[in-house]
């Protein structure tokens, strides 16, 4: 039996994405799946549906579980046939979605997409590029407003530097033997590229390991690569975008991560990024060590921001006695984490050292700003 998790925020495009995999799921894993369906609760976004604040993680915690219990029977009278599982967590939203579905051994993640405002194009965008990062399992995005559909083109978008090829790709080979789809490689290059033989070849041996009998592969010239895959794939009218993540150096992991981060914002369907599941916890790499333990800081990052929005709107005027030493720990960890050079091994314990002092200053100087009224 499959585990397919499931993560919400109550909102209606995220419902649209619990839809999908609902949908999807059972066809692509007809032997039986299990849903996990997961709310992580921790700050009350400005804007969202949690508009209030609480004065006690509790009464957070008791709503979110009643609501969840309350979606729970709700998606039962659609899919009354579906074994579906709920649970509720306190933390940061990416860390605590990539770490819950790590504990549940999810084998697929689907996590739904949404650009409504500035602030939602911010926070969420960034916490959906985060989880497709840290994931070690395939990571399915789905837009906002994306109703189910039988997958009949699928589009992969790759630059043919792919570690464990063979088991990246096999779980492509679920939409492969289900839906029969016609499949297409694409590689952007530069003008610079002029022999694609090697990587002609290279395309030849991911459909040969598919076991897919409708391909083809294209090669585009062009510099600008998310709006070469965005264009490229209206015009071919794909039902599936398939990325893969690799870890090659903190350069190419930080390009990589933009690029996503653009195709989420720009993309209109379930855009699907696979990893490589070869070592996990400590077993990882040291350099896929470094750059999980970063994203998870930028995650924690991204969420003190939102603390000081709230600070902010709650306490007025009183809160500038109080904004000011945590802005300026809040900017220089920005900037400590932008971009973020190669960290040496045994360099590695002083800053993870010094980076989580200066979030606990960071933390401490926001704790104290919903008592300040």
């Not at 008791?62 to 046939?81: F, V």
């Not at 699907?272 to 994203?295: C, M, T, W, Y």
């Not at 009183?318 to 984490?337: F, G, I, M, P």
């Amino acid at each position: 039996m499959k585990t397919v998790f499931l993560p919400t925020d109550f909102s209606e495009a995220s419902k649209q994405g619990l839809h999908y995999g609902l949908a999807l799921a059972p066809t692509l894993f007809p032997n039986g799946v299990r849903f996990v369906l997961f709310h992580v609760y921790h700050l009350n976004i400005p804007g969202g549906e949690f508009e209030h604040v609480y004065a006690d993680d509790n009464i957070q915690k008791e709503e979110s579980e009643a609501r969840i219990q309350e979606l729970l029977e709700e998606l039962k009278a659609l899919y009354p046939d579906l074994q579906i599982e709920t649970k509720v967590a306190y933390g940061y939203a990416s860390n605590a979605i990539v770490e819950q579905s790590e504990k549940e051994k999810a084998d697929l993640l689907i996590i739904a997409s949404k650009h409504r405002t500035t602030f939602d194009r911010i926070m969420q965008g960034s916490n959906t590029r985060r989880i497709a990062y840290q994931s070690n399992c395939p990571v399915l995005i789905v837009p906002e407003e994306c109703g189910y559909q039988k997958i009949e083109k699928v589009l992969f978008a790759t630059d043919f530097q792919i570690d464990n090829l063979q088991e990246q790709i096999s779980f492509l080979k679920y939409f492969v033997k289900v839906y029969d789809p016609e499949i297409k490689t694409l590689h952007l290059h530069g003008k610079d590229e002029t022999d694609l033989s090697v990587k002609a070849a290279q395309s030849e041996k991911i459909f040969d390991l598919l076991g897919s009998k409708k391909y083809s592969h294209f090669f585009l010239e062009h510099e600008a690569v998310a709006k070469g895959i965005t264009d490229f794939t209206e015009g071919y009218q794909a039902d599936l975008l398939v990325l893969t993540h690799h870890d090659r150096g903190m350069v190419e992991s930080v390009f990589h991560r933009s690029l996503t981060k653009q195709l989420i914002d720009k993309i209109n369907i379930p855009l699907l990024i696979l990893h490589s599941n070869a070592g996990k916890g400590e077993d990882l790499p040291f350099d896929k060590k470094v750059h999980s333990q970063l994203e998870k800081w930028r995650g924690e990052l991204d969420e003190l921001r939102v603390q000081a929005h709230l600070g902010k709107k709650l306490a007025g005027e009183k809160w500038d006695t109080q904004k000011d030493a945590a802005q300026k720990q809040l900017d220089s960890l920005k900037e400590r984490l932008k971009g973020t050079p190669e960290i040496a091994e045994d360099k590695w314990d002083n800053f993870k050292s010094e980076i989580g002092a200066a979030f606990q200053h960071v933390k401490k100087a926001f704790a104290g700003s919903k008592e300040l009224e």
